[in-house]
Structures are given as structure tokens and as C-alpha cells.
């Protein structure tokens, strides 16, 4: 191998478990919104480690008012994006063109992680996946992507005018 080969394969695995980690904050923010969302029962015995771990870091009440700990489980992960970008298809000049994609930025640089996924004709976010990448190394798809944990993540945003 050469030490460009070497240098790329290192720049890609860094970029890798960056979006790995940044699944699992998705994955455990989306478990407290579900465990935020029952309206009975539902032990914090329920959920994860992670989920407890980030619960208590961030000072959140898990036997308090479920009402309370989604509103700021929600805003945690709205506060996430450094941007959230939309684009149109081709269409017309002229004609009126919709939204069709969505990018959320989570991290810029070396290295990079995004959440990019299509918008349907009332511009709700459908098939998200994360993506990686590194200086000098293409946008990839994350094998270990939570398309549902993605999906809650990526509702939380406004695609519209």
C-alpha cells in the first residue's frame, strides 16, 4: 500500500466512527422522545445506558413530567445541525419547482457527517440515511444508518418556504 492508500483508509475509518457516534446520540435521542411519548407505563428500567447516561449529563428529569422531558430532548437534537438545506429537482424554466431533498450538516470538515434524504409533495422527509466523509474522500453511505431513528430526527425540521 501506499502512503496516500494508507493515508485515505485512515482519513476514512476516522470519518466512519464519527458517524457512527453521531448515530448513537440520534438512536439515544430518539429513544428518550419515545420514552417521552407513552402516556403510561414505561420504567426508566426501559431504557438503555446511553439513554440514562445522556438523561443525567444533560440534567433531564426521567421521572418527571414526560411533557417537559420531550420538549427538551426536541430541542437538543434541533440545536444538533450546523445547517438544514433543501434543493429541487430539474424542471422548467419558468415553472414552479418543489423541494425534493433534504441535507442536514451535522459536522463539517475532516470529518463530516450529514443526514440526506428525499422530501415527498407535502415536503415530510422519507428515506434519510448518514452519510461520511473526509478531505479528499467522497460523500458514503453509513452501513449502520437507524433509517427510523433518522426519520424522527430529520421531522423535527421544516423543509418549506
Known amino acids: 500500500m501506499t502512503t496516500s492508500t494508507l493515508a485515505t483508509a485512515e482519513k476514512t475509518r476516522d470519518a466512519f466512527f464519527s458517524a457512527r457516534a453521531t448515530m448513537q446520540t440520534i438512536e439515544t435521542l430518539w429513544e428518550l422522545a419515545t420514552y417521552a411519548d407513552r402516556p403510561f ?63 442536514i450538516l451535522l459536522s463539517t470538515g475532516g470529518p463530516a457527517v450529514r443526514v440526506l434524504g428525499d422530501l415527498d409533495s407535502y415536503l415530510e422527509p422519507y428515506r434519510p440515511g448518514l452519510q461520511f466523509s473526509d478531505w479528499g474522500v467522497d460523500w458514503t453511505d453509513h452501513p449502520e444508518s437507524n433509517c427510523d431513528a433518522l426519520l424522527w430526527f430529520a421531522g423535527l425540521f421544516y423543509f418549506g418556504e
Open 41 to 103: 407505563g414505561g420504567d426508566t428500567e426501559d431504557l438503555t445506558p446511553a439513554a440514562c447516561c445522556m438523561a443525567d449529563a444533560e440534567g433531564w428529569d426521567l421521572n418527571g413530567l414526560r411533557d417537559r422531558l420531550g420538549e427538551d430532548v426536541t430541542e437538543y437534537a434541533r440545536e444538533l445541525p450546523l445547517s438544514v438545506l433543501v434543493r429541487s429537482d430539474w424542471h422548467q424554466v419558468g415553472s414552479e419547482s418543489t423541494h425534493s431533498e433534504f441535507e
